[in-house]
């Protein structure tokens, strides 16, 4: 069954308009009395399509549904890349259960966003991963942050375990780390060049800690997938 998150609910009706009226109506063509669940506020609810009109489908709830995500908090800290490779991990990144996605600029990025158009991607980039939720039946969005351009600020994401990964680093391992208790995580990834020395040494200094991911060098846009899938695997 379809999921659609929305803010538009009167009384026991939900109003569907723009995107989701456009994937109900030419997408999937759900007609009066076939059902679907709303998301709102992260609550799911099953519900019935009433009416369709003046391009909104209204949508009754018939009830509650009790539903828990399986949840651990992670904090996905990533160097901004390329739009496409960007693009792919916002997608399974949401798929896999991520928290909250906080995006970069390292010293090493090709990829720098310009302040004026800021907003505007990080709208694109929440109505990519809103797609992705409901696609996986998520019951909320996760959250794109500002754009980080001064490492310092990074302290504000810190939680249970904070880790960033590290190429040169030899003895710390994820699977170590990942044995440790918490109910929350934050993780830092560099971009396609990686992190500088430097970035390295002041991320220590706010409290992340340098591991390695094994002997294997992985593409930039592969870590964040192979860290959210060893969490969920872990602690779910």
Request: proline share 2%; aromatic share 10%.
């Amino acid at each position: 069954m379809h999921n659609y998150f929305t803010d538009n609910l009167k009384g026991d009706i939900f109003e569907l308009s723009e995107k989701n009226y456009h994937h109900l109506k030419n997408v999937i063509k759900i007609n009066i009395n076939e059902k679907i669940v709303c998301v709102y506020n992260s609550n799911k609810y099953l519900c019935k399509i009433v009416e369709i009109s003046n391009e909104i489908y209204y949508a009754k709830i018939e009830k509650k549904l009790e539903f828990e995500e399986s949840y651990i908090e992670i904090n996905l800290i990533v160097g901004i890349i390329r739009e496409q490779k960007w693009d792919f991990i916002l997608q399974k990144a949401t798929e896999l259960g991520v928290t909250k996605i906080v995006p970069v600029e390292f010293k090493r990025n090709v990829v720098k966003i310009d302040f004026k158009k800021e907003e505007n991607k990080i709208s694109r980039w929440t109505n990519i991963c809103k797609s992705s939720a409901e696609q996986s039946k998520r019951n909320f969005v996760p959250i794109i942050e500002p754009v980080i351009r001064n490492l310092n600020e990074l302290v504000k994401y810190k939680a249970d375990l904070n880790l960033v990964c590290w190429e040169e680093e030899k003895k710390l391992t994820f699977k170590k780390e990942l044995k440790n208790k918490f109910s929350s995580i934050s993780i830092v990834i560099g971009p396609e060049g990686g992190i500088e020395r430097d970035e390295l040494d002041l991320l220590k200094k706010i409290g992340y800690k340098s591991i390695t991911l094994g002997e294997n060098i992985m593409r930039a846009e592969t870590v964040p997938l192979f860290i959210i899938s060893c969490i969920k695997y872990e602690k779910s």
